[in-house]
C-alpha cells in the first residue's frame, strides 16, 4: 500500500476527532504501519543540521576505544542545549526562576539537574553536619533533629509534582508567550522524593490540642517562612532527604526539604531547619504580599494551597517545526494537586471536537501523568489543545473561563489550556483563542515580577 | 525517638517569627527618621526613592487601585499586617547582606516604611507594643481559601 492510500484508510478507520486526531490505541493497533512518525525538530536545531557524509558500517568510535569510567555520568555532549532557563534579579543574581525544558523532555521523571529552581536570595552551600532541625511551639517537648538522625527514621518514597504557584503566569498577559512551552510553563518538575513522614516526628515531639498550623523556615539568607495547616502535616507531608535515589541537590533543598504533596511550590520549603506548631498562620511576607492573588473585586484569594489541574502538550509545542504533512505524536503532561488524573482530551481545531488521550500507567496521585495521541496533519492550520479533567471531576478550564473567574492580575495559580498553532509551513506557536486576543498590547509584562 | 531536647534558650535563640498581634517582636525600638537614613543606605538602591520601586518591590506611594488596571500593591495599600514588615527585613533584608540589621535597625526601617505609607506620623516610635496596633488599611483583603474549602468540604 502506498502512504497515500494508507493515510486514507487509517484516517477513515480511526478518526476520532476533527483534524485528524485518531484514536489512542492506534499505536497499539497498527504500530508497525506508524512506524513512520514523520519527523518533528526544533525550528533552531533544524537550521543547524549538517548534511553527513555517507555512511560507513563502522563509524569512528567503533574504531578505537571509549572513554573509561566516570564518578558521576553526564548527558551526551550532543545534548547540550536540555538545559534549564534561568530568568533572575539583574541586581540580585539569587533571585529568580529557572525553568524546566519541557519541550525538550520525554516520560515523567525530571532528572535532578533539569529540576525547576525558585531561589529568593541564591544557594545556600549547607554543610549537613551543621544543619539542625528544630521543632518547637505547641508541642510538648522541642527536639532538634541532626541530619544523622533523621537519616536513621524509616523512610517512605513518592513521586510527585512540585509546581510553583508563579508557574505559567505570562498566560495573564494579554499577548501569548514567545517562549518555548518549557520556558513558560517549565516551572513544575516531578521527582521521586523519599524521607521521614513529618507525623513520625510530630508524634515524638507531641501536638499540644491548640495547635492548628505548622510554620516552615529554611535556611537560605532569605530564611523564608511558611504556614501549613496541620491536618496537611499529619497526612501526607514528609521531610525528604532523597530526591530520584540521590541526595537532593543544593538547588533543591540539601539537605532537608518538606514536602506538602499538591501544594505549590512555595509550601515544599527547601533548607528546612525549622518548624514551629501555632494555633495561627505567621502571616509571611510570602503568604500576604505575595503568594495570594488580587481579584478584581480588589479582594485577595489566600492560602490557595493546592495545584488545580493542568495539562502541557509539550510535543508538538513552540519553536517547533512539522517537516510535512502526515503522522505524528501529540504528547504532554497533566498533573494536579488534588489526585490523579483521570482524563486528558485534545482538540486539533481549536476546542471544536475533542479525543481522549492514552495515558501512560502507572498513573500516580499528585503526580505528572504522560499523554499520548496519534495525529494526521493534513498541512493546514491546526490549532492544538490539551485539557486535563482529575479524580474530583475538575476539568481544566479555558483561558477566557480562567480570566472571566479570576481577572488578570492574580499573578498565581495560572492553569487554563495552552494552545499552539501549527501555521501551513509546520512551525509551532503560542496563540490565545480568537476571543482573547487583543490588541494594542499596552500592557506591562508580569513576567518580571519574581522578588 | 532520636530527637535531642532543644533549651528554652536554645527556642529562643531560634525563634524569629513574628505575629501578627505582636507575639514575637523583640526589644528595642526605631524612630522614623533614622529609618530614613537606614533605607537610604540599605534598602533604596534597589527599591527606589521614598519606597516607589526600581529593581525591587514598590513598598509605598500607590495611586492606582486594587481595582484598577494596573492596581499596586504596596505596604500601605495590600498588606494586611504591619509586623510583616518586621519580620521580612529583620529575616531577609537586605538582600546583600541579610540578617547585618540590629532589631532597633529593623524598627526604624519598618516605622519609615510605614511613614512612607502615611500609616503613622513622622515622630512615632515603633517598638513591640506600638507596631502591632498599628492599623492596616487592607487587613480585611483577603479570602481565607484554606478555610472556605474546608467548611465546604
Not at chain 1, 537519616?151 to 510553583?164: A, H, V
Not at chain 1, 499538591?262 to 503568604?287: C, D, Q
Not at chain 1, 492514552?358 to 500516580?364: R, W
Request: overall charge negative.
Amino acid at each position: 500500500m502506498n502512504d497515500k492510500n494508507n493515510d486514507k484508510s487509517l484516517l477513515e478507520e480511526f478518526q476520532i476527532a476533527g483534524n485528524g486526531l485518531l484514536d489512542r490505541r492506534l499505536f497499539l493497533k497498527r504500530g508497525l504501519q506508524l512506524s513512520a512518525i514523520s519527523t518533528l525538530a526544533s525550528s533552531t536545531a533544524l537550521a543547524n543540521d549538517e548534511t553527513s557524509d555517507a555512511i560507513s558500517s563502522r563509524q569512528p568510535w567503533m574504531n578505537q576505544p571509549g572513554k573509561p569510567f566516570s564518578l558521576y555520568g553526564q548527558p551526551s555532549a550532543y545534548e547540550d542545549r536540555v538545559v534549564r532557563f534561568p530568568t533572575q534579579n539583574e541586581l540580585v543574581p539569587g533571585n529568580g526562576v529557572s525553568w524546566t525544558p519541557l519541550h525538550l523532555m520525554e516520560g515523567t521523571i525530571t532528572p535532578n539537574g533539569l529540576h525547576y529552581e525558585r531561589h529568593h536570595n541564591g544557594v545556600p552551600q549547607i554543610d549537613p553536619k551543621q544543619h539542625k532541625l528544630l521543632m518547637h511551639g505547641l508541642v510538648k517537648r522541642d527536639l532538634f533533629f541532626s541530619i544523622d538522625d533523621l537519616l536513621r527514621y524509616p523512610m517512605q518514597s513518592k513521586i510527585c509534582f512540585i509546581e510553583c504557584g508563579g508557574n505559567s503566569n505570562a498566560g495573564w498577559n494579554k499577548q501569548p508567550s514567545r517562549s518555548e512551552a518549557g520556558y513558560f510553563n517549565g516551572m513544575a518538575s516531578n521527582s521521586e522524593w523519599t524521607g521521614v513522614p513529618l507525623s513520625v516526628l510530630l508524634d515524638e515531639t507531641g501536638i499540644k490540642k491548640q495547635a492548628k498550623w505548622i510554620i516552615a523556615e529554611g535556611a537560605d539568607a532569605f530564611a523564608m517562612q511558611m504556614s501549613i495547616p496541620i491536618e496537611k502535616a499529619m497526612d501526607d507531608a514528609f521531610l525528604a532527604l532523597y530526591q530520584n535515589g540521590e541526595r537532593i541537590r543544593p538547588e533543591n533543598g540539601y539537605p532537608l526539604r518538606l514536602i506538602v504533596p499538591g501544594y505549590e511550590g512555595v509550601l515544599n520549603v527547601k533548607w528546612l531547619r525549622r518548624l514551629k506548631l501555632s494555633n495561627r498562620p505567621i502571616m509571611a511576607r510570602n503568604e500576604t504580599s505575595k503568594y495570594t492573588e488580587l481579584l478584581p473585586s480588589g479582594k485577595a484569594r489566600q492560602f490557595t494551597f493546592f495545584i488545580e489541574a493542568k495539562s502541557l502538550i509539550t510535543s508538538p509545542s513552540a519553536h517547533m517545526l512539522l517537516s510535512k504533512p502526515g503522522y505524528y505524536q501529540i504528547t504532554g503532561l497533566a498533573w494536579s494537586g488534588r489526585g490523579k488524573i483521570t482524563k486528558v482530551e485534545v482538540s486539533a481545531d481549536a476546542g471544536a471536537s475533542w479525543a481522549e488521550a492514552e495515558l501512560q500507567g502507572p498513573v500516580l496521585d499528585r503526580a505528572f501523568t504522560r499523554f499520548r495521541l496519534p495525529w494526521h496533519w493534513n498541512g493546514n492550520v491546526a490549532v492544538l489543545k490539551s485539557r486535563a479533567t482529575d479524580e474530583t471531576g475538575y476539568v481544566q478550564p479555558e483561558r477566557s473561563e480562567l480570566i472571566k473567574q479570576r481577572g488578570r492580575k492574580g499573578f498565581f495559580h495560572y492553569n487554563a489550556i495552552t494552545n499552539w498553532q501549527v501555521d501551513k509551513d509546520g512551525f509551532v506557536s503560542h496563540v490565545y483563542d480568537k476571543q482573547d486576543n487583543e490588541t494594542p498590547n499596552t500592557d506591562i509584562s508580569i513576567d518580571s515580577g519574581w522578588d | 525517638m532520636l530527637g535531642h531536647p532543644a533549651s528554652p534558650e536554645e527556642v529562643a535563640s531560634w525563634d524569629s517569627s513574628v505575629f501578627p498581634d505582636g507575639e514575637g517582636l523583640p526589644e528595642g525600638q526605631g524612630s522614623v527618621a533614622e529609618g530614613e537614613k537606614i533605607y537610604q543606605q540599605q534598602c533604596q538602591v534597589c527599591h527606589g526613592d521614598n519606597g516607589l520601586g526600581q529593581s525591587a518591590d514598590q513598598l509605598a506611594g500607590a495611586q492606582m487601585a486594587l481595582t484598577s488596571e494596573y492596581p499596586e500593591q504596596t505596604i500601605g495599600s495590600y498588606w494586611p499586617y504591619a509586623t510583616t514588615v518586621f519580620d521580612m527585613v529583620r529575616r531577609s533584608m537586605p538582600m546583600t547582606a541579610p540578617g547585618s540589621l540590629t532589631d532597633n535597625e529593623v524598627y526604624a526601617v519598618t516605622a519609615y516604611l510605614l511613614y512612607l505609607n502615611k500609616l503613622i506620623d513622622k515622630d512615632d516610635v515603633m517598638n513591640a507594643s506600638s507596631l502591632p496596633k498599628v492599623k492596616m488599611p487592607n487587613e480585611a483583603g483577603f479570602i481565607n481559601i484554606y478555610e472556605a474549602e474546608r467548611k465546604t468540604n
